[in-house]
C-alpha cells in the first residue's frame, strides 16, 4: 500500500509477495544527494547526464521501484537501494535479489 498526494495504490496476491509505491514528482534540494544514496553506480551515472524534468523523473522512477521491491522483500529500508540495479529507463525489468527475481513495473497513475 502506498498514497502520495491524491494518490493511493493497494495490491494484493495469494501467491506472490507484491509491493507498491507511488509518489508525486517534484524537485527538491536533496534530490542530487538522495540520488547518490539510492542509486548504483551505473544508475547514478546515467542519472547526471540528465538535466531538468528528465532528471526529476528519473530519480522518482528509480525511487519508487525501489521502495517497491524493498516492500516485496520485507526489507523496507533496510535494503541495500546502492546494490539494487531497477532499469528505470525500461517498462518492464526482472530484479535479482540473491536467489530470488521480482518483476518490476512501473504504471501511470490517472490525472
Known amino acids: 500500500m502506498s498514497h502520495s498526494a491524491h494518490v493511493a495504490v493497494c495490491a494484493i496476491d495469494e501467491v506472490a509477495d507484491i509491493g507498491v509505491d507511488c509518489e508525486l514528482v517534484a524537485p527538491f534540494a536533496r534530490l542530487p544527494t538522495l540520488a547518490r544514496w539510492i542509486m548504483t553506480d551505473e544508475e547514478h551515472a546515467r ?47 526482472p530484479v535479482s535479489l540473491g536467489s530470488r527475481i521480482l ?8 490525472t
Do not use: C, M, N
Open 47 to 93: 542519472f547526471e547526464l540528465l538535466e531538468g524534468e528528465r532528471r526529476i523523473q528519473r530519480f522518482y522512477d528509480t525511487w519508487v521501484r525501489k521502495e517497491a521491491v524493498s516492500k516485496a522483500t520485507g526489507d523496507g529500508l533496510s535494503l541495500a537501494f546502492r546494490s539494487l540495479s531497477v532499469a528505470p529507463e525500461r517498462a518492464r525489468v
Open 103 to 110: 518483476h518490476v513495473r512501473s504504471l501511470e497513475a490517472p
